[in-house]
């Protein structure tokens, strides 16, 4: 059975950073992408930052020039650097691992970590 878990949430300032981390229980270039997704209290969950196996990555608009993602093959880990941070980014973190197959899709989803941003 596949595992991811999140850490690295908390509660930070505006304008300070972040860094996520997402660990999973086997080798990541095993993945077709892993990605961050944010659910902010009353939203729906949404796409933060992708990454493909390929090393293409995808961020949503108010993410772009402030959040990286990356990876650490050797350590089986995708990161999500988070800079520059706003209120609105609050919300819990969830990494999601995607793998296809000849016969199949399945998504791995962690159980997120929490991120505020207050002063």
């Known amino acids: 059975q596949v595992q991811v878990v999140e850490s690295g949430g908390g509660l930070v300032q505006p304008g300070g950073s972040l860094r996520l981390s997402c660990a999973a229980s086997r080798s990541i270039s095993s993945f077709n992408a892993m990605g961050w997704y944010r659910q902010a209290p009353g939203n729906q969950r949404e796409l933060v930052a992708r990454?493909?196996?390929?090393?293409?990555?995808n961020y949503v608009d108010s993410a772009k020039g402030r959040f990286t993602i990356s990876r650490d093959n050797a350590k089986n880990t995708v990161y999500l650097q988070m800079n520059s941070l706003k209120p609105e980014d609050t919300g819990v973190y969830y990494c999601k691992a995607e793998l296809v197959t000849a016969y199949s899709r399945r998504d791995y989803w962690g159980t997120g970590t929490l991120v505020t941003v207050s002063s």
């Open positions: 990454m493909t196996a390929g090393g293409g990555t």
